[in-house]
């Protein structure tokens, strides 16, 4: 089969393109694209959104995929340093380093509460529509066709939701510092 009869290879050079400027390096860009591509097909009896539009479907897949290589990654460099400085009799050695990512480490649990709590000023329905949209990738038509609207409903609903939660972190932010 070609790619002009698959509807989701047609999307392999663009997913791949995605997935080197995301990650930087075109080795791992084309694992990454392979492993969405695997996902794709496997979960492709669960796919109902736009039928005729699963790029961005993909893209979720792929950025999902190179979230989760980072994280790994992330946890095995940092095991390896701890593991590398007790081997040589090395504790604290950079303290500083430590210290800043203690303290980076705090600012983004603060930052995500203080969004958390923007999220829990919105309704039931609002939450759930900026989660889908802006957390799990899914289109204003999927959103709109799991609640039985227009996806026109659905993009003036995000857009009233986005604001809400705009002067709900604008009004922490003022209690914060004032």
Not at 84 to 106: C, N, V
Request: glycine share 8%.
């Amino acid at each position: 089969m070609n790619r002009g009869e698959d509807p989701l290879l047609e999307h392999y050079s663009a997913v791949c393109g995605f997935l080197t400027e995301f990650t930087g390096r075109a080795d791992l860009a084309e694992d990454l694209t392979q492993d969405t591509f695997a996902l794709a097909y496997r979960w492709m009896d669960r796919y109902d959104r736009e039928p005729d539009r699963p790029k961005p479907w993909l893209r979720a897949i792929a950025r999902n995929l190179a979230t989760s290589y980072f994280r790994r990654e992330q946890g095995r460099a940092h095991v390896a340093r701890v593991h590398e400085s007790h081997r040589a009799g090395e504790r604290d050695t950079d303290s500083s380093e430590q210290l800043e990512g203690l303290i980076e480490a705090e600012e983004q649990a603060s930052a995500a509460g203080t969004v958390h709590q923007a999220l829990n000023t919105l309704s039931e329905v609002d939450r759930s529509l900026i989660k889908g949209y802006h957390i799990h990738g899914h289109s204003c038509g999927y959103l709109g066709r799991a609640l039985g609207v227009d996806r026109q409903v659905i993009k003036v609903r995000l857009f009233r939701a986005r604001k809400k939660m705009r002067r709900a972190l604008e009004e922490q932010m003022e209690e914060t510092n004032g």
